[in-house]
């Protein structure tokens, strides 16, 4: 469908940073990995689980301030659009926005590389894209961060499940931005990504502590989000709305 679009219904862990002169190293133990995946278990059924083995995380996109995903997320098909009619993806995501400008739930419209359009509705703090499995694969996404409860950046579910279901461009919004992240072509496993964050978590530590004059305040998150895609070949943008 040339640029049809039919729409349906729709109703941080403290950072551990090194004394002066220690010697710093870039290898993540099992325990960090672990430490930061269990900061926030999630309990779903009928998704899959992180290929760690360690944790029982599910993916998730969302703020990343609570430890639940509750077990009543939902997804639904929508309708159907010509993928490679940016435009009208732009609209629709104009529409989505509008719909959901004072939801107090997060939700997630997707759009599929075969044109099928989805919605995945979950709680307050985070909404499940892993219930759409294979289809998040070369998707484009956004999802909201309910107002309040935003970091003012990607939190760190959403750059894992990003990259985990290998969409192309993921975006996500709140009261003050619009956030962006477009993959690169390479993949980026697990590890890449889990380390590549650590190293920003640690460096943006580093300089809170010693440079705290380079990071406005409010903007921690920011600043690790921003590092760790540089890092990892992705275009990071956030613009104010």
């Known amino acids: ?24 190293t870039n290898k993540v133990t099992a325990e960090e990995r672990k430490e930061l995946l269990s900061r926030n278990p999630v309990n779903v059924h009928n998704s899959s689980v992180d290929k760690f083995g360690e944790s029982g995380i599910i993916s998730g996109r969302g703020s990343g301030k609570k430890p639940y995903i509750s077990e009543n997320h939902t997804y639904e098909k929508i309708g159907e659009i010509d993928f490679s009619d940016k435009k009208a993806i732009a609209r629709s995501l104009q529409e989505f926005e509008h719909k959901y400008i004072d939801s107090d739930i997060e939700h997630c419209r997707v759009f599929c590389p075969n044109g099928e359009v989805y919605e ?7 909404v499940n894209t892993d219930l759409l499995g294979d289809k998040m694969e070369g998707s484009i996404n956004e999802h909201n961060h309910v107002i309040g409860e935003s970091q003012y950046s990607f939190s760190w579910e959403d750059l894992e499940s990003s990259a985990k279901d290998k969409s192309y461009i993921s975006m996500a919004y709140d009261e003050k931005f619009r956030y962006s992240m477009t993959f690169p072509d390479t993949e980026l496993t697990e ?9 920003a978590e640690n460096s943006v530590g580093n300089d809170l502590k010693f440079y705290p004059e380079r990071i406005p305040i409010g903007d921690e998150q920011h600043e690790r989000i921003k590092r760790a895609c540089k890092e990892l070949g992705i275009k990071y943008s956030r613009v104010p709305r």
Not at 120 to 126: E, K, Q, S, T
């Open 1 to 24: 469908m040339q640029g049809k679009y039919t729409g349906g219904s729709g109703k941080e862990s403290p950072v551990k940073v090194p004394p002066v002169g220690a010697k710093v």
């Open 120 to 126: 995945v509705h979950g709680d307050r703090f985070r």
């Open 191 to 199: 590890d890449i990504v889990y380390e590549a964050y650590k190293r």
